[in-house]
């Protein structure tokens, strides 16, 4: 027999670990790689052979798992608003003690000078009998006065900060008197529309395919749903950022006549500048009604529409706030705290200070297919 060679040796050692490698690894991506593919093909179950009693049922439970994280919202609200709230209070006995110990340093500076004692002072300076002592005994003077001085501002600067404590209390306890009307409202919404899914359940036809499909309506909405939308009105909050400039580029958009301004932007331009320069898929459109904005359009599995209006809003600035009156996703109307998270969260708003310093907007006209902006210049 041949002597096994070192070289064969690790040869054969290196093909067997390279086996072994692939035979491990390769199913493992395989297996990762269809769970993303299974994950992300998530199919949306169709509203188009819907009856009504059945897409009511779907709306009200699609409504109840929104408002259920509207709840969890107003819940962590809450809690940080008790916490600074109950800060509150302990800040104000500590601002309550430091205001008694300055007002006992001010009263006896206001006793001194009732008194008479700062007048003594004066006297004592005049009867020093020589320039050299005067001078000494007036800058000794100039001290108490000085500290007294101190005293007085440092008793204002305490009353001053526990009144604003204060205040900030009564705005918290304000605040959670909301919250919690709010959540209490809330909480009455869903007991109310648990109530009818469950009456509407009782009253179907085949109830059990009903209660699938809000079991697929909801998974697909939260998993899939929510990040398209989100993802959409991400675009179109980017998109507004870059607004003003688009309007300083289209000839007779803006007219002036004197201090007063007039923005005309028709149907078709805010379009071509959402598809061209913000990215919105063209299936999506804006039209211009008597009422506001719809925007509506479908790609893949996800139809959205949108209604809205612009509103001038004068606090904390001027501008136009787009106010999000309803959504339907997949031929489903959501609930107005979904309308009202988005709004939040994604800025649509239109700054016309962002055009002209002092550019503030005055109204809004909706006008067929077009959208006027008056303006007026404020110095």
């Known amino acids: ?32 790689a269809a769970s993303v593919s299974a994950s992300s093909s998530q199919s949306a179950p169709s509203t188009n052979q819907l009856d009504e009693q059945t897409r009511a049922i779907l709306e009200d439970s699609l409504s109840v798992h929104e408002l259920d994280q509207e709840i969890a919202r107003v819940q962590q609200e809450q809690q940080t608003a008790q916490h600074h709230y109950r800060q509150l209070e302990k800040d104000l006995v500590v601002r309550q003690h430091d205001l008694d110990q300055a007002r006992q340093q001010s009263d006896r500076v206001l006793i001194a000078y009732y008194t008479g004692e700062r007048e003594q002072l004066w006297a004592a300076l005049f009867s020093t009998g020589s320039l050299s002592g005067m001078i000494t005994f007036y800058e000794y003077y100039r001290m108490i006065i000085d500290h007294d001085h101190d005293i007085m501002q440092s008793y204002q600067q305490q009353y001053n900060d526990l009144q604003s404590k204060r205040n900030e209390l009564a705005n918290t306890s304000a605040e959670l008197e909301q919250i919690g009307t709010r959540l209490q409202e809330q909480k009455t919404r869903v007991v109310s529309l648990q109530s009818r899914i469950h009456q509407g359940l009782a009253g179907s036809s085949n109830a059990e395919v009903t209660r699938q499909l809000m079991d697929e309506f909801n998974s697909y909405w939260e998993n899939v749903g929510l990040y398209e939308v989100k993802n959409y009105f991400r675009i179109l909050a980017r998109s507004m950022d870059q607004f003003p400039s688009f309007l300083q580029s289209q000839p007779d958009a803006i007219q002036m006549n004197g201090r007063n301004y007039t923005i005309t932007i028709s149907e078709q331009q805010l379009n071509d500048f959402l598809h061209r320069q913000g990215g919105m898929p063209d299936s999506f459109q804006f039209h211009f009604t008597d009422q506001g904005i719809v925007v509506n359009g479908s790609e893949g599995n996800l139809k959205l529409e949108i209604t809205g209006h612009y509103e001038v809003e004068e606090q904390p600035q001027n501008a136009l706030r787009f106010r999000v009156d309803g959504l339907v996703f997949n031929g489903l109307r959501l609930p107005d705290t979904t309308s009202q998270t988005l709004e939040n969260q994604f800025d649509l708003g239109f700054y016309p200070g962002q055009i002209i310093s002092y550019l503030k907007a005055r109204q809004v006209i909706m006008t067929g297919q077009t959208m006027r902006i008056e303006l007026q210049l404020s110095l």
Do not use: D, E, Q
């Open 1 to 32: 027999m041949k002597p096994f060679h070192p070289n064969r040796r690790i040869v054969c050692l290196f093909l067997c670990g390279t086996l072994l490698v692939f035979t491990i690894i390769i199913p493992s991506a395989s297996s990762v």
